[in-house]
């Protein structure tokens, strides 16, 4: 018992260091819902170089996961504007991120795994997306995605979206000979796409719809999900007082309809693409 005393004194120092250290003002809080009703700058990590999701245009990133962050956080506050730094968030410095203080919270395509609980405690998840496939519009050798048996498939560093392709459950899925090629991120695997470099490129059907989307009809998704992406909030590592405010805000943001009209306005139209119609339910705290 008193080990364990030990070590959540700790957390909870460490964390409030980890706060004090983001957005400037010398203020210290111990939570980052503190911060949010402190009237304390929170930074903010997203994606920078996803279509509709987080593409920076401009002095601000804009999508999907810029627009749920903004509507939580406002929640969170009362209803009032919350002030925001936006910091590009990888896939591969989420965690560094957040255990360094770079960031407060991260709103980044971030899907809820139990390797990455044992780092972040997540809020959420806010929508669910599922895996697909994207490929070269011409190409009618991959109809499905075990088609992709002796295909070049990208890997982005940071993301394990090629491992539900080439591994066994329970980190893979479908367990087929595909051959990796590694890329910086996502932009830099469509990019290898359309220079015919790869086959296809797997990975969360929002991000592939967002980048189809923007390549004007050169690109097409299969819309043949076949994983559970569960989309969650990214906190410091101990931070339960700011996931059970996120999950209460999120909650009410699909209650009141918000949720849908932001996914219709970033992803409505777009063929083979399932949204989310309802409120996943939270994983809890932890």
């Known amino acids: 018992m008193h080990m364990r005393r030990v070590g959540a004194v700790f957390s909870v120092a460490a964390l409030a260091a980890g706060l004090s250290a983001c957005g400037g003002g010398g203020e210290?809080?111990?939570?980052?819902?503190?911060?949010?009703?402190?009237?304390?700058?929170?930074?903010?990590?997203?994606?920078?170089?996803?279509?509709?999701?987080?593409?920076?245009?401009?002095?601000?990133?804009?999508?999907?996961?810029?627009?749920v962050a903004t509507a939580v956080l406002k929640e969170i506050n009362g209803g009032k504007d919350v002030p925001v730094e936006w910091k590009e968030s990888a896939s591969s410095n989420r965690e560094p991120f957040l255990e360094n203080g770079t960031v407060d919270i991260v709103f980044a395509t971030y899907s809820i795994t139990e390797e990455r609980k044992q780092k972040v405690t997540f809020g959420g998840p806010y929508v669910i997306a599922h895996q697909d496939v994207m490929v070269r519009k011409d190409d009618t050798s991959i109809a499905a995605p075990k088609d992709l048996t002796g295909k070049k498939i990208c890997k982005a560093s940071g993301s394990n979206s090629y491992k539900r392709i080439t591994d066994p459950p329970p980190d893979g899925e479908l367990d087929l000979d595909a051959t990796t090629v590694d890329a910086a991120n996502y932009s830099e695997c469509i990019q290898k796409l359309g220079g015919s470099n790869l086959d296809a490129v797997t990975t969360d059907d929002l991000i592939l719809a967002g980048f189809a989307k923007q390549a004007g009809g050169n690109f097409k998704v299969l819309g043949q999900g076949f994983t559970d992406e569960k989309y969650g909030i990214g906190l410091k590592k101990g931070d339960t007082k700011t996931c059970e405010a996120v999950n209460t805000a999120v909650k009410k943001l699909w209650d009141n309809g918000t949720m849908k009209t932001l996914l219709d306005k970033w992803f409505g139209g777009i063929e083979g693409l399932k949204v989310s119609e309802a409120a996943p339910p939270a994983e809890g705290c932890s």
């Open 28 to 67: 210290t809080y111990a939570t980052v819902a503190d911060k949010i009703t402190g009237g304390g700058t929170v930074v903010v990590g997203t994606k920078w170089d996803q279509p509709s999701l987080g593409l920076k245009k401009g002095a601000n990133p804009e999508g999907f996961d810029v627009d």
